[in-house]
């Protein structure tokens, strides 16, 4: 048995964990593929023996995917610097005993909130309280004190257990008024879709859907509705930027991504973006079945 064919083998025994630590960080599939194929070349090209070969590719892992946390967030904020986390590790001390948030408990919240965390923040938390990785090797992956990484994990747990809770729950709500609109549309039922949509209902299209033939700007329930009868089809809901959307991925080619706005249990306003740029720029999340 050669070297490479050896550390393959090794490298292989963990990948099942790897890869769930990289989806769990960056709640992603493909891009967890990705850091844990980059987490393989630099293990290939490591030298020496590792002791701790399922610690090392966790920590190698973990710093791909908080690099790559951070170029996420530097292009949604146009190269802002992220000065959340620093700040919030400079809050109280969080309490050691502080009963930790499992990943059943958190359930949906945890892919509501998540995009809503500072990188290292999130890093912090998913690695404590999901996988049990000590706050000692969490502050090395984050470059910052152990009472620092503690303090992240605190501080995202708390909007995980309240606000995001809270927020899970105003998503599955919404979920179910965007899931009977698109039922409605492709079932070509003009009543049905009338009764989701607020009488002053606006729906806007970017230049790009304006060009695939949508008109730049419709109001009213009835005019709404008329444009999404019998459409919809390769339409489904999902999670964009962590907020309730809709893609439309005909043939499994991302198309068309609609915001809806609810407002009192009836979609206010429903914006259609195509532009391929900013189709680019959204974080696209499949909700669980």
Not at 130 to 157: N, T
Not at 209 to 237: C, D, I, S, W
Not at 258 to 263: A, F, K
Request: glycine share 8%; charged share 30%.
């Amino acid at each position: 048995m050669n070297e490479q064919t050896w550390l393959a083998e090794r490298f292989e025994a963990h990948r099942a964990r790897l890869e769930h630590v990289a989806e769990r960080i960056l709640g992603s599939g493909s891009e967890a593929s990705d850091a844990v194929q980059e987490a393989w070349i630099r293990f290939s090209r490591s030298e020496g023996e590792v002791e701790n070969l399922g610690g090392w590719l966790t920590t190698v892992v973990a710093r791909v995917c908080l690099d790559m946390l951070r170029r996420r967030q530097a292009r949604r904020e146009d190269g802002s610097e992220d000065l959340t986390a620093e700040a919030e590790a400079r809050g109280p001390y969080a309490d050691p005993d502080e009963h930790r948030v499992t990943a059943d408990a958190i359930g949906l919240a945890l892919l509501v909130v998540l995009d809503q965390l500072a990188p290292a923040e999130r890093v912090a938390f998913v690695l404590h309280d999901l996988f049990d990785v000590p706050f000692e090797e969490i502050a090395r992956i984050l470059d910052r004190s152990p009472v620092a990484a503690r303090q992240l994990a605190s501080r995202a747990r708390r909007r995980v257990r309240g606000a995001g809770r809270a927020r899970a729950e105003e998503v599955v709500a919404g979920r179910q008024i965007v899931e009977a609109f698109l039922a409605a549309a492709r079932q070509g039922d003009l009543a049905g879709l009338v009764a989701v949509l607020d009488p002053e209902v606006v729906f806007r299209a970017d230049p790009t859907a304006t060009r695939m033939g949508a008109a730049p700007e419709t109001r009213g329930a009835e005019a709404v509705a008329t444009l999404f009868k019998g459409r919809a089809q390769a339409a489904r809901a999902a999670l964009v930027d962590g907020e309730l959307g809709v893609v439309v991925e005909p043939a499994g080619r991302l198309l068309l991504v609609l915001l809806p706005t609810i407002v009192g249990g009836r979609i206010t306003r429903i914006d259609a973006v195509a532009d391929p740029g900013s189709l680019g720029q959204l974080a696209l999340r499949p909700f669980p079945s």
